[in-house]
């Protein structure tokens, strides 16, 4: 772990596109595997999501 | 649990992190907001260094946006066609925005214009909102609230017939696609201008330019906070200004309370999310006014202070005089100490008062999303209820057809 921090660390220096590039993939990539974590915790514990209202 | 963010070097707790993520992924959930507008002047406080707090909390919604954009997707709140279609005009907005700024920077005005436009903003769309709630509330009780209905402005823009016409599905409204570019360029606009992600700029304008629901407006606001996230996540990585293992643990606690924030929109209704939206702005507003205060005091030793810096290192230009500050705190420190009384007093106030705006804006977010926490469970609790009642009701019906 700390040698992926060192990495990180080390390619932010010498790399801007390349950190912004692993750093936009890092956390869209993240933030869908909780997406989708969240979306089959829910439909193992039978959960259903109705749609919302039609109120304004 | 002290985390060593290893880009910013410097240490904080990481429960604060979760903490500040789950409340904001709440707000940002209900409102459909990213909400950089609480959580860069709370990361402040936490002692996160400033110059990486709006790059990080752009990374952060990036990955929260998705997770909230999914659950407002299933809830049939999310109207991509038209969130693409604003995405396009957006960018051109945000682009003219930021040169204006650039402009005001050369002719040495951007802070108080941007301060003062900021404030005025929020305030006029805090007191509209408020406004509104109450002459649809004051003759009827709590449980018979007026729905708002569509605006009068945006009904007279739907009414424009100017081909294209987009018939926009999700949001049950047929409107020209030059009305849907013309107000993407001018929440863009706003958005690069103020330096901000746009969401809350974006979100009443879906609902009283365009004419959305609000559940939907929340919902496709998202969905486009999450590519303009994406964005500039990127552009603040490129300038090396993102402190991603912060950006990650944030992203723990606000993908955890998306699902609160969106799951509440289910159960407020439409006026009720615009009444909190409200009360967000005008504590924002107050927030801002507190910075203002702070530049103030800032202003009385800044230029001393950069006289000193640019015949000690030779740095002129703001932002590289900037991170020379941040970099040099004890330096900074040890200089102030030799100054006059005046100078120091308006150094320990100016960041008094950013102290102020960053802790009211954490005390508004906690209290916010306990609201909404509170409102969803409420809401689920009732949903049960009558569940239970319709089936035992079901279940008596079935018992006197069936009985002789």
């Known amino acids: 772990m700390k040698q992926l921090i060192n990495w990180i660390t080390a390619l932010n220096r010498s790399n801007h596109a390349g950190f912004a590039l692993l750093t936009v993939m890092t956390m869209l990539g993240f933030g869908g595997?909780?997406?989708?974590?969240?979306?089959?915790?829910?439909?193992a514990l039978g959960i259903r999501?109705?749609?919302?209202g039609n109120h304004r | 649990m002290e985390i060593y963010l290893p880009i910013a070097g410097a240490e904080i707790m990481a429960w604060k992190l979760v903490l500040l993520g789950f409340t904001v992924g709440v707000i940002g959930g209900f409102f459909g907001i990213g909400g950089a507008f609480m959580v860069t002047p709370a990361l402040n406080v936490f002692g996160f260094p400033m110059a990486y707090a709006i790059g990080t909390d752009m990374a952060h919604v990036a990955g929260k946006s998705i997770v909230a954009t999914v659950k407002h997707k299933k809830l049939g709140n999310v109207d991509m066609k038209l969130g693409l279609m604003m995405v396009i005009f957006t960018g051109s907005g945000i682009e003219l925005g930021a040169r204006t700024i650039m402009w005001l920077e050369r002719i040495g005005r951007v802070g108080p214009v941007v301060r003062m436009v900021y404030i005025v903003f929020l305030f006029s769309v805090g007191l509209f909102?408020?406004?509104?709630?109450?002459?649809?509330t004051r003759h009827s009780s709590k449980h018979e609230m007026r729905e708002p209905g569509m605006s009068r402005l945006s009904r007279k823009l739907q009414g424009i017939y100017l081909p294209p016409m987009i018939t926009l599905s999700t949001s049950g409204i047929v409107i020209s696609l030059w009305i849907i570019g013309g107000v993407a360029l001018f929440t863009g606009f706003f958005?690069?201008?103020l330096g901000v992600g746009g969401g809350f700029i974006r979100m009443p304008?879906?609902?009283?330019?365009?004419g959305c629901r609000t559940t939907v407006a929340v919902g496709t606001d998202l969905f486009e906070v999450m590519i303009t996230g994406a964005y500039g996540a990127f552009t603040y990585a490129a300038k090396a200004r993102v402190?991603?293992?912060?950006?990650?643990?944030?992203?723990?606690?606000?993908?955890?309370?998306?699902q609160f924030g969106t799951l509440a929109t289910k159960y407020v209704k439409g006026l009720t999310i615009r009444l909190y939206f409200a009360v967000t702005m005008l504590l924002s507003g107050v927030s801002v006014i507190f910075k203002q205060i702070s530049s103030h005091y800032q202003d009385l030793y800044a230029p001393a202070m950069n006289s000193w810096i640019s015949s000690t290192t030779g740095l002129t230009e703001k932002p590289?005089?900037?991170?020379?500050?941040?970099?040099?705190k004890s330096l900074v420190k040890s200089w102030i100490a030799q100054q006059s009384e005046t100078m120091q007093t308006a150094y320990t106030m100016e960041k008094t008062w950013n102290d102020y705006s960053g802790y009211l804006m954490l005390g508004a977010a906690c209290g916010l999303s306990a609201i909404i926490i509170?409102?969803?469970?409420?809401?689920?609790?009732?949903?049960?209820?009558?569940r239970g009642i319709s089936k035992a009701l079901a279940i008596a019906n079935e018992d006197a057809v069936t009985e002789p």
């Open chain 1, 33 to 43: 595997l909780i997406a989708c974590l969240i979306e089959l915790i829910f439909a």
């Open chain 1, 49 to 52: 999501w109705d749609r919302s």
């Open chain 2, 129 to 136: 909102m408020l406004y509104e709630y109450y002459q649809l």
């Open chain 2, 191 to 193: 958005a690069g201008f």
């Open chain 2, 205 to 210: 304008s879906l609902v009283y330019v365009i």
């Open chain 2, 243 to 258: 402190e991603i293992v912060a950006a990650l643990v944030m992203l723990s606690g606000a993908a955890i309370g998306a």
């Open chain 2, 320 to 328: 590289a005089v900037r991170e020379w500050v941040w970099t040099n």
């Open chain 2, 374 to 386: 509170v409102r969803m469970a409420q809401g689920i609790v009732l949903e049960r209820r009558s």
